[in-house]
């Protein structure tokens, strides 16, 4: 049995490495069968890098949890594949999804019901270490246990002996953390963190997830619907659309110049109280109709640049120049045009 060590090596720097990807999605499709087919993700492929953070944003309905959870083995996908460090996971098979557990883990929405309320946060927090065999004795998992509490910010005295339901949102989402950064992953996936807690202290938890990753080099998913989260926390910001990567950027680039319709009128959107992206009443676009069995560009109907030929095919994600990728035909010309790309 072998203890891991804590911190991982080359932890007091940032490195994000151009040519080395932790994760690679390809064609990743989820559907859902009811009443009417639900493709809540259709044809996804993204490339992590090592060290980094990326966002993926949307308004709900998007796709993005979905993304997330598949992305762990939480929801098995109906094709496609997801790659950790170029070895395919099967999501079938109970090995190789113990694997990914041990170095993917994941942070939900809601820190109310992330634990169990019968069992104390020290001993939710210790489970992990034992079913990974991490430790070899009950000091050793008692020491690690502290030190996870200790990353993000929670004293180690005052949590033991403490049960969920005597913790505030913080704390408890902060425990969250904790559980999912003890056995040392390297990816942690964050789905909407902050969205259920007070906005006084979102910022400590945006913080401990900066800090793990600058820090400890822990590659970040941060899900989120809030493009302003998203430019505070991420390298990187990919836009998603009923079910499908829109928009693929820099962060820094997508919020001052972003390529797609959609993700400019997620900004429009966004509540500002100065500048020229202030909020106005102005924001809500008239659909255009289309028909049922429609084959054009999902966005067709509420983008304000269309144009005929988007009714026909959907456009692939595609390089538009400025670090940019965006499935937009508008957009794709513009750039030959310009000679962008």
């Known amino acids: 049995m072998q203890v891991l060590p804590w911190p991982p090596a080359g932890w007091w720097r940032k490195t994000v490495s151009e040519n080395d990807s932790v994760l690679r999605v390809e064609d990743l499709r989820v559907h ?15 490339e992590i890098k090592r060290g980094e953070v990326i966002s993926v ?4 309905g998007s796709g993005k949890t979905t993304l997330g959870r598949t992305l762990v083995g939480l929801t098995r996908p109906t094709s496609g594949r997801i790659l950790l460090d170029g070895k395919e996971i099967r999501i079938r098979d109970r090995k190789s999804l113990k694997g990914l557990w041990r170095r993917a883990q994941m942070i939900f929405q809601d820190p109310y019901s992330t634990f169990n309320p019968l069992c104390s946060v020290y001993d939710a927090i210790a489970i992990p270490v034992r079913k990974f065999d991490i430790a070899d004795s009950d000091a050793e998992v008692r020491r690690i246990v502290e030190e996870s ?6 004293n180690p005295a005052e949590m033991r002996g403490k049960y969920p339901n005597q913790l505030s949102g913080g704390q408890r989402q902060r425990a969250s953390i904790a559980r999912a950064l003890v056995i040392s992953p390297e990816i942690i996936i ?26 400890f080099g822990v590659t970040i998913i941060f899900i989120t619907h809030d493009l302003a989260v998203a430019d505070y926390i991420s390298d990187s910001i990919a836009v998603m659309y009923r079910g499908k990567v829109v928009e693929l950027a ?33 924001q809500d676009l008239m659909l255009k109709e289309v028909p049922s069995e429609f084959p054009g560009c999902a966005f067709y109907p509420r983008c304000p640049i269309s144009r005929e030929g988007c009714t026909f095919t959907e456009p692939d994600l595609a390089d538009v120049g400025r670090s940019h990728l965006a499935a937009c035909f508008v957009r794709q010309d513009e750039a030959k045009k310009t000679g962008n790309r």
């Open 57 to 60: 944003v949307g308004e709900s």
């Open 190 to 215: 964050a789905d909407e963190p902050v969205s259920m807690l007070d906005v006084s202290i979102r910022a400590g938890i945006l913080d401990v997830l900066k800090n793990l990753n600058e820090k």
């Open 32 to 46: 859902f069968q009811g009443k009417k087919l639900v493709k809540a993700v259709d044809g996804v492929s993204l």
């Open 149 to 154: 509490l200790e990353k993000v910010g929670l």
């Open 250 to 282: 820099p962060s820094d680039a997508l919020i001052e110049a972003p390529m797609h319709p959609y993700t400019e009128l997620l900004l429009r959107s966004a509540p500002r109280l100065k500048g020229v992206r202030r909020w106005s009443e102005t």
